[in-house]
Structures are given as structure tokens and as C-alpha cells.
């Protein structure tokens, strides 16, 4: 089982970066692909970004590529999202999720555990 917390959410302003974390239990972090995916009001669960166990491979919503960088430190057992050049649709509660195989992807329901979500607001 993993538990997972995100962390790093907050307000910024059109244009602006912002990097999330994602914490991670367990001893076999390598072994999980891990994504993130961000809902907004009314709307449903989308893909943003995954990446493999090893974090050679990633995934990257049309929406976001070019923006935001997902990496891994599985050291740390965390996962991060660097996001840049944000935008007022960029708002949501961005969710960190784990799925039992190093192969990464990009449906929500691809991945078994969820934390429970960090809010980002992006000001226009």
C-alpha cells in the first residue's frame, strides 16, 4: 500500500511558476509509475503529467507540454511538478497519484492510490 500527500499549492499570478511535491511511503517507490492529474469545479479528473519508476520516461497532457516537468527523486520518495508560464485554466486541485507497475499512464483510472490533492489558483 502508498500513501501519498501533496504539498506546494497556493496563488500565483498569470505567468508564474510554481513547483508541487508529492510524498511518498513505502520501500518500493522505484517500483511505481507515478501521475498527476488536476480537476477543477464541474469539470472531471484530467491527465497532466506521469513518469516511469526509473523516471527515464514521461507523459505529457497536449495542455501543459513545454510548461510543467514532472521528475522523481526515488530517494526521497517524492515526485515533483514544476510549473511554469501558468494560466487562469491551469486552476485546479492537483492530484498525486501511484500506480502498481513502473510503466507509466495517462487515465485515471490506470492508478490504484491518490493523495488527496493540493490547490493551485492562478490569478489573471
Known amino acids: 500500500q502508498v500513501q501519498l500527500v501533496e504539498s506546494g499549492g497556493g496563488l500565483v499570478q498569470a505567468g508564474g511558476s510554481l513547483r508541487l511535491s508529492c510524498a511518498a511511503s513505502g520501500r518500493t517507490f522505484s517500483s511505481y509509475a507515478m501521475g498527476w492529474f488536476r480537476q477543477a469545479p464541474g469539470k472531471e479528473r484530467e491527465f497532466v503529467a506521469a513518469?516511469?519508476?526509473?523516471?527515464?520516461?514521461?507523459y505529457y497532457a497536449d495542455s501543459v507540454k513545454g510548461r510543467f516537468t514532472i521528475s522523481r527523486d526515488n530517494a526521497k520518495n517524492t515526485v515533483y511538478l514544476q510549473m511554469n508560464s501558468l494560466k487562469p485554466e491551469d486552476t485546479a486541485i492537483y492530484y498525486c497519484?501511484?500506480?502498481?507497475?513502473?510503466?507509466?499512464?495517462?487515465?485515471?483510472?490506470?492508478?490504484?492510490?491518490w493523495g488527496p490533492g493540493t490547490q493551485v489558483t492562478v490569478s489573471s
Open positions: 497519484a501511484a500506480r502498481a507497475t513502473v510503466v507509466p499512464g495517462t487515465t485515471t483510472g490506470q492508478y490504484g492510490y
Open positions: 513518469i516511469s519508476g526509473g523516471g527515464s520516461t514521461t
